[in-house]
């Protein structure tokens, strides 16, 4: 099992940023994807969910109406939209496949500075 995150960087207030998690080594259409994120002397923090069976997405409540999570099946890959972001984002963020086991990637920086 490998899952590989992309797309972080530095970004204003206000910004955008889409992250990318491409995995492989298990049947990636079958399994429910979620994002995390660890800020900095925090513990990891469940962002965003979505279902394998129809797509159901849901969302800690601090991010809803700013982020959007998708998947695409034909590519093994997850994607976490990030729009207006604040100060708060600032984190690393991790993929995660829940119900195949405690595997995770190497997460990607987000940092959110004017």
């Known amino acids: 099992v490998q899952l590989v995150e992309s797309g972080g960087g530095l970004v204003q207030p206000g910004g955008s940023l889409r992250l990318s998690c491409l995995a492989s080594?298990?049947?990636?259409?079958?399994?429910?994807m979620r994002w995390y994120r660890q800020a900095p002397g925090k513990e990891r923090d469940w962002v965003a969910g979505?279902?394998?069976?129809?797509?159901?997405?849901h969302y800690v409540d601090s991010v809803k109406g700013r982020f959007t999570i998708s998947r695409d099946n034909a590519k093994n890959t997850v994607y976490l939209q990030m729009n207006s972001l604040k100060y708060e984002d600032t984190a690393v963020y991790y993929c995660?496949?829940?119900?195949?086991?405690?595997?995770w990637g190497q997460g990607t920086q987000v940092t959110v500075s004017a």
């Open positions: 995660n496949a829940p119900y195949l086991g405690d595997y």
């Open positions: 080594g298990f049947t990636f259409r079958l399994y429910t």
């Open positions: 979505i279902s394998s069976t129809d797509g159901t997405a």
